[in-house]
């Protein structure tokens, strides 16, 4: 099992940039597939950009195509979700997550992630 700390959340205006961090600790992060889902308010919680085990799969949901990355630093067992050109759409508490089996296939579905992270707020005002 591992923990989950996200950080880097805020308020900026659109059109700004943020980048968020996922910090893990006890468990072999590299070996995990790895997620950031986001949930606004009265919304279900939505996929946003994964990373396969190998870095090889780096799916992203259509909305921030062209607009987010995802990378990670293994040294730093850390996971990275960099957000350009910020929309008032893009306002929610962003979440990493990763699952719990090594080296299974990327997935862009919540329930195949068992650890998460608390959640650090993302807020894009117009």
């Known amino acids: 099992q591992v923990q989950l700390v996200e950080s880097g959340g805020g308020s900026v205006q659109a059109g700004g940039s943020l980048r968020l961090s996922c910090a893990a600790s006890g468990g072999t992060f590299s070996t995990y597939p790895k997620a950031w889902f986001r949930q606004a308010p009265g919304k279900e919680r939505e996929f946003v950009a994964a990373?396969?085990?190998?870095?090889?799969?780096?799916p992203y949901t259509d909305s921030v195509k062209g607009r987010f990355t995802i990378s990670r630093d293994n040294a730093k067992n850390t996971l990275y979700l960099k957000m350009n050109s910020l929309k008032p759409e893009d306002t929610a508490v962003y979440y990493c997550a990763a699952q719990r089996s090594a080296y299974r296939s990327v997935s862009t579905r919540a329930h195949e992630y068992g650890d998460w992270g608390q959640g650090t707020q993302v807020t894009v005002s117009s």
């Open positions: 990373m396969s085990w190998n870095t090889g799969n780096t």
